[in-house]
T-cell receptor, first 114, second 112 residues
Framework: DAGVIQSPRHEVTEMGQEVTLRCKPISGHDYLFWYRQTMMRGLELLIYFNNNVPIDDSGMPEDRFSAKMPNASFSTLKIQPSEPRDSAVYFC????????????FGQGTRLTVV | GENVEQHPSTLSVQEGDSAVIKCTYS??????FPWYKQELGKGPQLIID?????GEKKDQRIAVTLNKTAKHFSLHITETQPEDSAVYFC???????????FGTGTRLKVLA
């Protein structure tokens, strides 16, 4: 398995533009997570899905952030409009539906908003 | 909700020495405690984990200990090597949710 695949790896955009980050989880995994990593706040959980359904989006910082999972093999995280403070590395992770299980992380997308 | 604190934030050791990273958690119901290693430009990768019904687990040079009463767990790396240099994250998961709450990370430098 290729693991969790994220695209793009790097994104530079101007303030006010829409940004879409993409994730392909590991085949067969039931859970998908979106995390944001910054120096100041570390790894923050933004939202997670179970069987394509959003379960907990309490970590989504503002209405400018939205996430979708139209099918079991694809998810997007969208920021509209983007702001410089959104600059961070965004990770997608997936895991099996088991009592205790590890989460497998993608390589991340480094977003820079100028 | 769960809160995980991790110390130290940076750690430098000489090659061959041991390194210890400590984490505390707040929710006594948490039952799964993974440790992740993140190398530069990569996503975190699981290196060892422990469940709440176990006090210690070892895998070659790395070990994790869990004290449920005190609500803390630690990562021990023995005979450190330069390739152990990375950022290490602890995490905790509470039953009934699939939220992994991460510590703030420890940047480990192994000096050759």
């Amino acid at each position: 398995d290729a693991g969790v695949i994220q695209s793009p790896r790097h994104e530079v955009t101007e303030m006010g533009q829409e940004v879409t980050l993409r994730c392909k989880p590991i085949s067969g995994h039931d859970y998908l997570f979106w995390y944001r990593q910054t120096m100041m706040r570390g790894l923050e959980l933004l939202i997670y899905f179970n069987n394509n359904v959003p379960i907990d989006d309490s970590g989504m910082p503002e209405d400018r952030f939205s996430a979708k999972m139209p099918n079991a093999s694809f998810s997007t995280l969208k920021i509209q409009p983007s702001e410089p403070r959104d600059s961070a590395v965004y990770f997608c992770a997936s895991s099996f539906d088991r009592v205790v299980t590890e989460a497998f992380f993608g390589q991340g997308t480094r977003l820079t908003v100028v | 909700g769960e809160n995980v604190e991790q110390h130290p934030s940076t750690l430098s050791v000489q090659e061959g020495d041991s390194a210890v990273i400590k984490c505390t958690y707040s929710d006594s119901a948490s039952n799964y405690f993974p440790w992740y290693k993140q190398e530069l430009g990569k996503g975190p990768q699981l290196i060892i984990d422990i469940r709440s019904n176990v006090g210690e687990k070892k895998d070659q040079r790395i070990a994790v200990t869990l004290n449920k009463t005190a609500k803390h767990f630690s990562l021990h790396i023995t005979e450190t090597q330069p390739e152990d240099s990375a950022v290490y994250f602890c995490a905790a998961k509470t039953p009934g949710t699939y939220k992994y709450i991460f510590g703030t990370g420890t940047r480990l430098k192994v000096l050759a």
